[in-house]
Every structure is written in structure tokens, then in C-alpha cells.
């Protein structure tokens, strides 16, 4: 279990820098172009994720269809608006929002499966909302759109968690990946034609470098939860608010206060314990296989 717990750790160290790399092309290259090329080059690593029994062919073999054009709309979804948070923000600022994820799966919970929450889960999502307010201060600081932007990738990785409740332990692997990065490849395929613009010869080992990071996070993690239940390695994607702090200074002299530094812990803290609340009302974090919220 070890073992796959700090495989889990490097899975999140590898986002991350995959994540500063879409930062660093921000200036660059529109939104949509980044997200169909990193989508493009992150099948490469993906590829090792094919258990033998698989064939390519189940990538498309799906058992259920609505539910997994709903993963897939989230997950494209999920990826154009994360890219625009971390071109647009701090990286460590975009990481504290998009983990508000548990706390969308709280109140979707609620709201559209009926589940009862708990005063303890409410207080955690207060608490969530105070971190969030923390880190973003309106009206001390402008709010610009790449904050929107990375509370709709919270809440679309909120939604893969709902549908992964269904379909976790009725879809193939390969499916679940693989579907996702076809449909976040074609989405952003057919929305970049409007404004192509053609990477400069400078760039091209950042597009390349940010899609195998992608493809590489995930691949760790599949291995990392054949060596350690999804539960254990979970909590470890917490890990990626310290390397972006650290990413975030190191390359881009971002340097968070200590309002904001407080605001990401109360919000990391939120997040782990509504997951384990989580955890122990549904099964999906012990079977579900993908465990990255975009």
C-alpha cells in the first residue's frame, strides 16, 4: 500500500507541473488549442493504462451510454475550464477553488440524489466557502474570469463523481479514460478552428510536455490504485495546493499571503474531511479507478 501511495504522491507532483506548464502557454496560444493538444498528446501515456484483457475496441463499448456522455461532457467540460483558471491565475489561488470540488458534491448530493447531509458535512462546506472567501477576497481584489472559471471545474469534477457512483464498477477502465480524452480532444478539436493559431516553434515542447504530464498523472494513478485501495490514494491529490505554491514561486514569482496560505488550508481541510464522509456513505472511492477531478 505504500508503494502506491507515494506513486499516488508523484501522480500529483506530474499534474502539477503539467498544470504549470498550461500556465507558462497561457500567453500564447488560445484556450481551446491547448486543451485539444495536451488532450492529443496525453493519449500517449495513456495508453499503458490497457489491462491485457482489454482491447482498444472497448474504449467505445460502453454499457451506459447516458450516464457516459455525461462523464464525458463533464470531463471535457472540467479540462477547458481548468485550463482557463491556471492561464488566468495563480496556480496555487486555481488549485484552493477547483478542491471546492467536495464541497459541490455535498449540495449536488442533496440536491439532485435526495441524500440526507449531516450538520457535520454542512459545517464542513461552510468552512470550504470561508477558505474560498480567504483566498479570493471580493472587493479587495479584482475577480476575474479564470475564477469562475475554477469553481465550474470543481463543479464539473463534482459531477464525474456522481456518475462515477453508477457506472465506477460497470465500465471498463480504458473506457472511463479513454472516452473522456476523446471527447475532450473533439470538443476543443472543433472549438479552436474559430481562432487557430499555430504553435511557434518555441512552444511545442511546452503543448507536449503539459499532455504527457497529463497522460503520465493519470497512468500513475491507475498503477497507484492496483497497489492501494482509491480511498488511500484519494487524499493525496491535496498534495498538488503545496507544489503549485511551490511551482508558483519558483517559475512565475507567485507568492501567496497569509490570508490566502490560511484560506487554502481551510479549504484543503474542508475538502479531505467531507471525503471521508464521503467515503463512508457510498462505496465509489473504494472501486472507482479514476480519481482526478479533471
Not at 132 to 146: D, M
Not at 234 to 244: D, F, G, L, M, N
Request: aromatic letters at 12%; hydrophobic letters at 55%.
Amino acid at each position: 500500500m505504500q508503494t502506491g501511495i507515494l506513486l499516488a504522491f508523484l501522480a500529483y507532483f506530474v499534474f502539477a507541473c503539467g498544470d504549470a506548464a498550461l500556465k507558462a502557454l497561457g500567453p500564447s496560444l488560445p484556450v481551446y488549442e491547448i486543451g485539444f493538444f495536451v488532450s492529443l498528446f496525453a493519449f500517449l501515456p495513456a495508453l499503458f493504462t490497457k489491462r491485457p484483457e482489454d482491447s482498444w475496441a472497448d474504449t467505445f463499448r460502453i454499457a451506459n451510454p447516458g450516464l457516459m456522455a455525461l462523464r464525458m461532457a463533464f470531463g471535457a467540460g472540467g479540462t477547458i475550464a481548468g485550463i482557463i483558471a491556471f492561464t488566468s491565475l495563480p496556480l496555487a489561488e486555481a488549485y484552493a477553488l477547483i478542491f471546492l470540488l467536495p464541497i459541490f458534491v455535498t449540495v449536488f448530493s442533496r440536491i439532485f440524489l435526495k441524500e440526507d447531509i449531516g450538520w457535520k458535512r454542512w459545517s464542513a462546506v461552510v468552512v470550504g466557502l470561508l477558505g474560498t472567501l480567504l483566498v479570493v477576497r471580493p472587493g479587495f481584489q479584482a475577480i476575474l474570469p479564470g475564477h469562475f472559471a475554477a469553481i465550474a471545474c470543481a463543479a464539473c469534477g463534482a459531477g464525474t463523481v456522481l456518475v462515477l457512483r453508477r457506472i465506477g464498477a460497470s465500465e471498463r477502465r480504458i473506457t472511463i479514460i479513454g472516452a473522456v480524452l476523446v471527447a475532450s480532444a473533439a470538443l476543443n478539436g472543433v472549438l479552436m478552428l474559430c481562432d487557430f493559431k499555430m504553435p511557434g516553434a518555441d512552444i511545442w515542447w511546452l503543448l507536449v510536455f503539459a499532455g504527457l504530464c497529463s497522460g503520465l498523472g493519470h497512468t500513475g494513478l491507475v498503477f497507484a490504485t492496483r497497489l492501494a485501495s482509491a480511498a488511500s490514494v484519494a487524499p493525496t491529490q491535496y498534495s498538488q495546493i503545496v507544489w503549485a505554491t511551490v511551482l508558483g514561486a519558483v517559475f512565475f514569482a507567485e507568492y501567496p499571503d497569509a490570508i490566502a496560505l490560511g484560506g487554502m488550508t481551510l479549504v484543503g481541510l474542508s475538502g479531505l474531511f467531507t471525503f471521508v464522509r464521503e467515503r463512508k456513505k457510498t462505496p465509489w472511492p473504494r472501486r472507482t479507478p479514476l480519481v482526478r477531478n479533471r
